[in-house]
């Protein structure tokens, strides 16, 4: 009895491996995905900046009103600007604008009540 077990061991592990050949399990896939960058990507340059605003607490508003002066600008892709942390991450095309208008724009930008307290600190520039 035992020879034929013995026997019949390497068949089965045979079979067994061979089956797992062709499983399709979610677990065994190992495909690769290569996902495209988008669209805008490829046409458009992508440099960034990020910078923290001083100066009195930006409200809703104003924050509303100094995305749409920085989006104005040609070269501009798109500014994300959180007044509770007051900073600012713009992306832009360093061939269009450069990062000394952006800082200006921001430096003259005036508060509610008509005056100029702004500041911008650059903590990320990768356009240099």
Known sequence: METHF??????????T?????FAESPLQDRSVNIYSPSKWLKNKADDSLYVKITGDQLSKKQTEKLSE????Q??????????????ANIHFDSKLISTGKLLNIINT???????????AIVIKDSSY
């Open 6 to 15: 013995c026997k019949l061991l390497p068949v089965l592990f045979l079979l």
């Open 17 to 21: 491996i061979t089956t797992n050949l």
């Open 69 to 72: 002066e920085l989006k104005k």
């Open 74 to 87: 040609q070269g501009v892709n798109s500014v994300k600007i959180n007044f509770e942390l007051a900073t």
């Open 109 to 119: 930008f005036k508060s509610s009540n008509g005056e100029q307290k702004y500041r």
